[in-house]
């Protein structure tokens, strides 16, 4: 049954793992040199705000790339699912090559275990490997851009630490109990696909932010933690950082009573936080004055944040992993019941 499998799947795996021997290649020959570029600049500017300029350009000009590699490392799972699950068993199933598989003195059992065994572990494999490549070679990137952003924000979360690992194994199981069910290959692969990218994004949106209870708190709005201040029609909207790097659920101002605002009224707006003029020289208006604050805590307002801090990225991967996992497993066993009491 080894034989076996290794030789109905030497195609698809060669495919997928050569052109990760493409990629990790050419991120080892690449990544130095990124290394030394980003070194190399944070060694050389003389001031924090030379610092943080060098930093932004240093992201936007890798950003293509980098993006790019993302992508592949997101993209990777739901190829796996589509094109090593979903015809794994669905093929056989419609080709009728299973009851001669089935007549021989290999069990249903040892079948679908040899073959899910196998083909599940290069799909983690596959997995890993490029988490692996993509991580090592974005590390200057996201040391240059930790103040703005970091790994446990959602886009980028996807692609980095071992969460990828457990989308493969989720994706792989999936769809093979797709084809165990449907039992023809191309609607397997079709809802494998459309069945795994509705997991994706509903994941990031209600599971992810309750695998840990987030963070609450009530601040006041400052110059130093403001984020982004917008004048409609005399009426402000706040947005505040609830720290470096950190994943905000929700962000919203709260009256003296804790009631929430969407909009502040229009005595602040046109007062005190009315947009000033650019500064001489400059085409970019200066930030609000100090009045617009004090205003702020005179009539009230502070801002409710929820959030993750950044800290927080290992062990929601754990528990993310975690979760996939759970669902591998439960539709592995599945497969099993199906594959022994179902098909015939």
């Not at 275990?113 to 490997?129: P, T």
């Not at 994943?247 to 707006?269: C, M, Q, Y």
Request: net charge neutral; charged share 15%; glycine share 10%.
């Amino acid at each position: 049954m080894i034989w076996l499998t290794l030789r109905q799947f030497r195609l698809q795996g060669a495919v997928v793992f050569a052109g990760l021997a493409v990629l990790g290649a050419a991120l080892l020959i690449t990544g130095p040199g990124l290394a030394d570029e980003y070194a190399a600049g944070t060694a050389s500017c003389a001031t924090e705000n030379a610092c943080e300029e060098f930093a932004r350009q240093f992201v936007i000009e890798h950003q293509a790339l980098y993006g790019a590699l993302l992508a592949i490392v997101v993209g990777l799972p739901g190829l796996v699912g589509v094109f090593w699950g979903a015809p794994l068993i669905a093929r056989e199933i419609e080709a009728g090559t299973h009851r001669l598989a089935w007549n021989q003195s290999v069990t249903r059992t040892r079948w679908l275990a040899v073959k899910l065994g196998l083909v599940g572990l290069a799909s983690m494999a596959a997995a890993g490997i490029a988490v692996f490549a993509v991580d090592r070679w974005s590390d200057p990137l996201a040391a240059a851009a930790a103040p703005r952003s970091s790994r446990i924000m959602p886009l980028l979360f996807d692609a980095h630490g071992i969460a990828p690992v457990g989308y493969a194994a989720f994706a792989f199981a999936l769809g093979v109990t797709v084809g165990v069910l449907v039992r023809r290959t191309l609607p397997a692969m079709a809802i494998t696909l459309a069945v795994f990218a509705a997991v994706q994004v509903a994941v990031p949106l209600w599971v992810r932010p309750h695998l840990i209870p987030p963070e609450r708190g009530t601040v006041a709005i400052t110059s130093g933690n403001l984020d982004s201040l917008m004048l409609h029609n005399d009426s402000l909207t706040v947005r505040t950082q609830a720290g470096a790097g950190t994943w905000t659920l929700e962000n919203h101002t709260v009256d003296a009573s804790g009631r929430r605002v969407d909009k502040l009224p229009a005595s602040i707006g046109a007062g005190p936080c009315a947009p000033p003029g650019p500064e001489p020289g400059s085409d970019a208006p200066p930030g609000p004055a100090q009045e617009c604050f004090d205003a702020f805590a005179q009539q009230g307002y502070k801002q409710y944040v929820v959030y993750h801090p950044a800290d927080r990225f290992w062990p929601l991967q754990w528990a993310e992993t975690g979760l996939f996992a759970v669902l591998t497993l439960g539709l592995t066993g599945f497969c099993f019941y199906w594959t022994r009491r179902r098909i015939s």
